[in-house]
């Protein structure tokens, strides 16, 4: 009964949704979790083909998917009719422009949502801890962005991002079965993986880095590393763990390799010619940042992110830090001790969209968010990045 | 069946400027006008389980997360469960010697063979209902936090409302005008959420316990660096994000996912909101009391035999024209004026001049007719009019390709009589359904030179 249901119940909840650039996690606010998380890509029902969000050539072609997209997760996984619905968008600080405005251009011309939201995630993961202060680190699929948020107020000079994340340990677990592994199929035993490198899908790399990788200790790493990146002699490499028997469709058995499995969460870690990693990325954020906020900055660091649940990541994570911090450069500048780390009441890889579904919760929405008449008075989306539309919400403000 | 099998040949376009075959399309009643799947509004309008079939109300749907709560899906490769019944031999209380059969049941997987006995979890001794669920370890906290900022959120909107009253008397009031606020606040996407945060003084901070940190991290156990990666004892990341509150990594930890509901969809007119389709209330049942379909309204093209074509040279193509209407239709066709869209015309065609008639469409003696009978009662000319049968015409076009190579497509403009019996019906019952005249532009592509 559709039309009651605004008149029974208490208001229309509210759409919290994160379209990430792996997975797009969407829900209720209100709800402790969401209630999907699927990948960001859409199925053509013609053609079968999947295409994802985020590889688009021009506008049009991502307003056809999104539209694909946010369709399948209303009518499929949430239920819900979206007209005059008010939406609250997960976005990273650095989401292109021409991505935000075909999202809203989407969500109020075709679902003719009441209001967007368009919320940073790096803010609401520190909602989800009660705290205002923070540095929050996010290690996604496509990057690791860290940003200092002090006092609620993102600290911009001091944001530092990296490409190094669940992409960079796909195509290095690429790389290395390529370049070593090998697959035993009923035929023909230890066949090298080149010979067929058309099996080696995405799927198949996000699988074997689940199931078989983790994150090694890290006096092991920089034994790993002293041979992998300095020319070390192999014979200094620590014993590597066993391998391990990996079966693909069809009764083949790829070979995963000790050293595959151990090996590859190192490109996280390892520091290349600008002696950069995920660590140092933190360490460079702090440095940036006014010196009276360091100390409480490095006591509270928020990971998220799906790549940060990589077994053994925050042991890893916290001994570089401490190691870093013996360096010159660091140890000079910081005057910090020790880090600490937090963890929010959710799995790292909706902690954004938890801390989304808490402000949507929030009877201070409305006015916080773009409406759709505004939206379609102005054409155009309030960014943090442009100081002329702040009228937008202004407007809004005057009227409410 | 080309209704049904190649679609994509015949398109029709839509009120908003895209083509689509007809039996995508819908009419709207109200305003005369095609609708497509893009243009209309989809709403929710009984939600239910897939399995049982049984009904859910929203409200309770919403409570139960759009689950059933009595049907389960397999944790590992999504099919339904069974319920398993089984005898279990247990010596009766009242007398030792004798013994009775007790009976619990448990759930599995007729596809995987994956049951609930493989993680330990206890038999029930009902059928439904009863299964144990999983919670979030976080509930507590996460609420905690939303009560909190609840509290804040009040706040500041008293705030808000305050501020409305003594805004002209105060200094802001300059500041608004002049437009002089601090540049922090001009970041008001940033800065927006700032208000949110713990303010000192605030009664609220007392009830909320700050978040523990954690200085250092356990290391990975040896397993990992001394056995081979347990593959059939982790789950797949598929599995995890299943369940996205508790992504369980080890097996023994799945556990049978609710089914999740699916829903009977309505679709509304977006301009004059009325219902185009809507579906029976019963989830068993497959009608619609309403289905504004435009196959049922508007006469369908259909390309009756495939032809070659030469550049320059005139082909004759024979289309068939169908009449889903009681009443015998009229019909005309011309040339789209300005139609200089080249992907959409590749040819020259001439059409037939005379308006054509169709028949109506009659259910029961459909198949019936004699062909010469029927070409004689409407006077067919038989050079134009290739065959008649029922409801249906078949009509000759000279199509002249004007492209060397490529796909022959042409378009026209196909008008059409239209007796609106619904809203006659309304209004009175003597009087004949009103005629209107509807237009629609039709593109097909014919085949290639």
Redesign the interface.
Known sequence: ??HF?GL??DEP?IIILDIGSA?T?CGLA?????????PSETKNPRNQQTSKIWDYSSTDELYEHL?ELL?TL??????????DRRVVVIESLLCPTDFRDTLARVLFK?F?VASIL???SH?LSL??????TGLVLDVGYQESFVVPVY????ILKGWRTIPLASKAIHSRIKSQLLEHGTVSTPEQKHQPVASMPDILTDELL??IK???C????YS?GQQIQEVTMRGGHANKLP?P???????IDGGSVLN?SGRI??HTCEVLFEQDNDETSIATLLMDAIVACPIDTRKDLA??ILVTGGTS?M??F??RL?LELSHLLKKPCYAQQLGIK??????????E??TAW?GGA??G????LP??SLSRDVYLQKGKL???CC?D??FL??DKNSKS | MATFATVDLVKYLCTCEKKFPICRLYLCKHCLKLRCIDCVQHEVDTPYCPNCLEIMPAQEAKLKKNRCSNCFDCPVCGHTLMTRASGHISPNPEDPNKSVTKKTYYLACGFCRWNTRDINMLDQTVATGNWPMLENPHVKRINNLLENYKLMAQVEKADRERKKYVKRRSHLYLQDKFNLSPSVMKRKGLSSFSSLSLKEGDKTIEDLEPSVPVESFDPLPNDYYTQPAALEKTTKLVHRLSVPEFQPEDVSKLHPINKHLIMKKSLRCRECEHNLSKSDFNPCSIKFKIQLTALHWVPEVRIMTPSTFTYNKETLVTLTMSNPSVFNTTVTLSQIENETDVDYCTAKVELPKKELVLASRDEPSMHVYEDSSQAHEFKDDPKLIVFRKGNKIGFVVKVTPVVPQGDVKICFLLKHEFRNTTVAALQSESKEPEIKWLEHKVYLCLGTI
């Not at chain 1, 209100?30 to 699927?38: K, L, Q, S």
């Not at chain 1, 983790?214 to 200790?217: H, L």
């Not at chain 1, 020790?338 to 799995?347: E, G």
Request: glycine fraction near 6%.
């Open positions: 009964m559709p249901e029974l119940g909840r997975y996690k209100g709800d402790t979790g969401p209630r999907c998380i699927i539209k369709y209303i009518s499929r996984y949430l239920l819900v009719t979206p007209k075709h003719e368009f919320a940073p803010l909602m989800t801890l009660g705290t205002k006092e609620g107020i993102p996000e699988d689940v199931c078989c983790f994150v090694t200790e092991r014993p763990p066993p391998d391990t028997d990996y079966q995963i499995r151990e006591s509270n649940m077994p053994g925050y042991h916290q020790r880090f600490l780390f937090h963890k929010a009441p959710a799995k890889n909706y938890l808490l402000l919760a929030l009877e201070t006015s916080k309030p960014d943090w100081i539309s702040d919400l202004e």
